[in-house]
């Protein structure tokens, strides 16, 4: 399938300039247009935990702040002109750098690591045909950009000053480097069924065959190996131990305020909104519609398919697994870290490998 | 208290111990011989106090005499006992943080606000009040200090009542 | 597999870590020094005294009345408990004989603050532990426990409701119906917090096997209460050395079984306050069967001048054994008045059962525990 970025640049190569400046607008504005979306994507996610959070815990969550006129109050879209309170609280904070911190190192770390979101949203489909860029090596270019926020994490915690943000550092960058294995263990299994690293092959595969998830009980396990990986990968609960809340007050974030801490919520969120993208067209099916499983209507109008619905199944997909993981966070109490470490190495790693294994013989045989 | 508790320690230690019927306690009149007694009411197979409830000081006025009154309860026989040995100041009487760690912090605490001082315990330091702070508050002739730390101690409350 | 390391074959640079008084999970302002080298804790060392208020040297200049709103605030999540030790200790001095109705009051809303005490306890244990949910459900039913004591005597959380010869306000009319509606609706409830928290896989590998309190420690130190039957003993006051009218009443005392793992562990503390929520109701229904009528000011003395003498009464609150020790010289002001406060042992044996396991472990036995600063540090 071709990219966003040809798109752009077939469009305006009419335009009679040099070609290198040419592809300069075409690369950046696809870069303007992910980064509003990740903007976009923090601001509902916050208020999208925060009702979650507050149903689950039998109260009502935002109810107040409503935008013109619109207050909602006791209904399920109460209070949804918070999402813009809160947006300009975090952005008109003070900025609080504690004596004796490394100004340099503080002031980098948050760029860090979005950025390293920010190069994993390239890799990423939106639907057949709105990719960034359609790398042939696409599976391993997600995982390898998503390992580039460790270092942003150690910096952060190290420029603090703080004991307690070390720990909570180090013990961050530990469980994000270990959680990493299953993951690219999980995905592997994908790239040995369908033969390609690429996206859009991927996804083709699944449409000719059928969903990942159903082909084989092995990728019905590594379907929940990953998932449960990629909640620890991201920092949530039962994971969290980095935040601890009642442990280490907000672990390696604690000295960060205003603006840098909102960057820091961006790339959370945005973390969770690229590995449940992730999941969802490698196991579940990308853009293909739920309907296609069942093989019930042939007329293709009422499959739901094509440009448009793409988009949205994808992101319903997205969205589903993204409450997921709220859920587990408001249900299940934290992990300790040797309890962690535990999981991942000898629990995840010899079942993912078990795994690999097993999808080998099951495609010779089948 | 029974009859047969009393007479169970009346008969090891006769000289040092007294029992008061209107107090319905047992003082000990010498306190050198109080570890003694102590390790006997906790060893012994009819008595066996193992649980120390509560270590109470109390300043009697006159001329600064403290006392001491120890809470005993056997969790195995059910049966109580209630010791207080009295003493002047400056004398030491001996901890019993050894037999029973309970009286550790409860001797801290008794040496914090009384200034009755025990020999031979383990971490003999301040605990309810801070480690700079001098005097020990609940004694009957304990007066507030006009100066902590630099800060004047109010005493004149028409500044805010 | 999460066994305490034998120290001789680790031997690193030691740390003082300090979980400061301000600190999100030590409940109340508690400074813990602990020594540790790196994750494994060698020494825990409790600095209290933040929260102390001079109620024992206040108590001095006081009359015995004026005294009961000052008990309430020690122990501010039990405060009937606490006003009632008092009450008993007093009567002692008094030689009164208190009518019946004022005694089944008095048991009634002594359990009722047991379960708003252990819905704390146990909310508050989840919340250490990192599951946020059941602290809100705990707290919402609480609220409807505080709603009847609203009802009846105005106070939400200080009550200032048992004095010494009786109570201040006579029940009103429609509390025994909305304690019964409370009733119906809070058993169920047991059983859900079981199914979110108790039967927890990872709750489970958090808090059973961790911090295991042996009996013999646990005497030793003066540890009462919850924590000390999770280690295995049915030691109850009000089984015991009833007083009150509890010898009228027929109830289990749940003790540790360590289903989960040991005798004694966190797990074990924290079931052991479940089950006792489930025996107050039972307590509580019998008490309403049969509640006799009367007068609850028959007895209750204009001023209190006590014979000379002491006393000591014991009581059994929602964290242990509640002592008050008053001395009195025939006045109406006590000469000395000692509280022994149950959370005061249980924290001096944090240092005991929690060397050798990991930071995250030490909130999680300190949770378990169930301290309450305003009783430690008085």
Known sequence: MTSIVDTIYNLISYIDIDTNILLLFAIIIPGLVIFVLMALNVMLAVYFERKVAAFMQDRLGPMEVGIFGFKGGKKFWGGIGQIFADTIKLLTKEDIMPAGADKVLMLISPFIIVMGALLTFIGIPFTDGLIVSNFNIGILYIIAMSSVGVIGVILAGWSSNNKWSLYGAMRSAAQIISYEIPIGLTLLLIVIVCGSLQVSEIVAWQAENRWFILHSPFSFIAFFIYFISVVAETNRTPFDIPEAESELVAGWMTEFSGFKWSIFFMSEYANMLIVSLVASFVFLGGWLSPLTIFNIFPESWLLFDGFYWGVFW??????????VM???RWTFPRLRVDQLMYTCWKVFIPFSLANLFLITLWELVL | MSEKIINNISKQFNNSIEYSKENNCIFVINPDKWLEIATFILNDNDLKFDYLMCITGYDLGESSRFGVAYNFYSTSLKHYIEIRVEIDEDIEISSIANLWNAANWHERETFDLYGIKFSNHPDMKRILLPEDWEGHPLRKDYKTPDYYNGMPVPKDKSYWE | MFKVIDKSIISADEMVLNMGPQHPSTHGVLRLKIITDGEIVSKVEPVIGYLHRCFEKHCENLS???????TDRCDYLASMH???????????????????????IRVIIAELQRIASHLIAVGAFGLDVGAITPFTWTLRD?????????LLCGARLLYNYVWPGGVSHDLPSKFVERTKEFLDYFEPQIDEYNQLLTTNKIFIERSADVGVLPLNVGVNFGVTGPSLRASGTNFDLRKDEPYSVYSKFDFDVPVGEGLMGTVGDCWDRYYVRVLEMKESVKIIRQAFEGLPSGDVHEVLPKKIRPRKGEAYSRYESARGDVGFYIRSDGKNTPTRLKMRSPAYCNLSVLDEISSGWMISDVITILGSLDIVLGEIDR
Do not use: N
């Open chain 1, 314 to 323: 994808l992101f319903s997909k997205a969205i589903f697994l993204i409450f």
């Open chain 1, 326 to 328: 709220m859920w587990f």
């Open chain 3, 64 to 70: 015995y009345e004026q005294i009961v709103p000052f």
């Open chain 3, 82 to 104: 606490m006003s009632h030790s008092y009450s008993m200790a007093v009567e002692k001095l008094l030689d009164v004989e208190l009518p019946e109705r004022v005694e089944y």
């Open chain 3, 142 to 150: 609480r609220e409807r426990i505080l709603d009847l004591f609203e």
